[in-house]
Nanobody, 124 residues
């Protein structure tokens, strides 16, 4: 079992930055591949970025490439998403996800554990 708690959401002006955190707990948390998904109002939940449990493999959605950076600190059991150059289309609820998998998938069904989400709002 893995428990996930997100923090760091909030409001930003277009062009600004926010940093999200996801604290993981549970016996298998340090060996879990983790990812960030987001869901805008009226839209499907979509993959943003993911990171292998080792930290050595990352995967980004096209919309996040070059602007967002995913990282993790296994000693602290925490994953981060540094979001720069934010745009209004980045607005949504951001969810942390985890799965005991050996790659970094983009499909939400591949992840078994989810946090409650944190709201990110970007104003134009």
């Amino acid at each position: 079992q893995v428990q996930l708690v997100e923090s760091g959401g909030g409001w930003a002006q277009a062009g600004g930055s926010l940093r999200l955190s996801c604290a993981a707990s549970g016996r298998s948390s340090s060996r879990a591949t983790m990812g960030w998904f987001r869901q805008a109002p009226g839209k499907e939940r979509e993959f943003v970025a993911g990171i292998h449990w080792s930290g050595g493999i990352t995967n980004y959605a096209y919309s996040a490439e070059g602007r967002f950076t995913i990282s993790r600190d296994n000693a602290e059991n925490t994953m981060y998403l540094q979001m720069n150059s934010l745009q209004p289309e980045d607005t949504g609820v951001y969810y942390c996800a985890a799965g005991l998998i050996s790659w970094v998938p983009v499909l939400r069904d591949e992840y078994d554990y989810w946090g409650q989400g944190t709201q990110v709002t970007v104003a134009s």
